[in-house]
């Protein structure tokens, strides 16, 4: 099973790709971010991150979707942020991937068992759970990474032993 973890903004969308299996640790596939340009218009700047959802839903082929609810953002960031969780949410539901949504204390405590921990200690998390050398960046990456284990944690712990 794949799941796509998302950590949405406009500026900014980080992406990461985990396969899965009730067996096996987590395996990292992929991630990365989505950048648009500042000096584009919204419009475009929207279109841009349509495209390129598309695009790694296509290639990426996930499972599960997870991405990040909306908490408490600033109030300069959070319209901008709804405009790229709406465009995210149409690419979803255009191939018919209802996402799991989880908030940050949720990933928090899914990865380090506090949920007030810091980013560090969450990125930390990523490194351990998925064997990696080093914290994947930018930030946004492991936050995406973060958002797609909480949704594999929280699928483990209703499975069957």
């Known amino acids: 099973m ?4 998302l950590d949405p903004g406009i500026a900014t969308t980080g992406f990461g790709l985990i396969e899965v299996d009730f067996k096996c640790p987590p395996r990292l596939l992929d991630y990365g971010i989505i950048q648009t340009d500042k000096d584009l218009p919204i419009g475009a700047r929207l279109a841009v991150l349509y495209a390129d959802m598309e695009t790694i839903l296509t290639k990426g082929k996930p499972t599960i979707v997870s991405l990040e609810k909306l908490f408490f953002y600033r109030m300069g960031n959070l319209i901008p942020v709804a405009q790229a969780r709406g465009v995210i949410l149409l690419a979803l539901a255009q191939q018919q991937i209802i996402p799991r949504e989880y908030s940050p204390p ?40 973060a958002i797609a284990l909480t949704c594999w944690f929280s699928s483990t712990a209703s499975a069957p032993l």
Not at 2 to 5: M, R, V, W
Not at 114 to 134: H, I, P, T
């Open 2 to 5: 794949k799941i796509l973890g």
């Open 106 to 145: 949720q990933v928090k405590l899914a990865l380090t068992g506090y949920g007030k921990a810091s980013k560090g200690e969450v990125q930390e998390a990523v490194v351990r759970e998925l064997n990696l050398d080093r914290i994947p960046r930018p930030d946004d990456c492991a936050d995406a990474l």
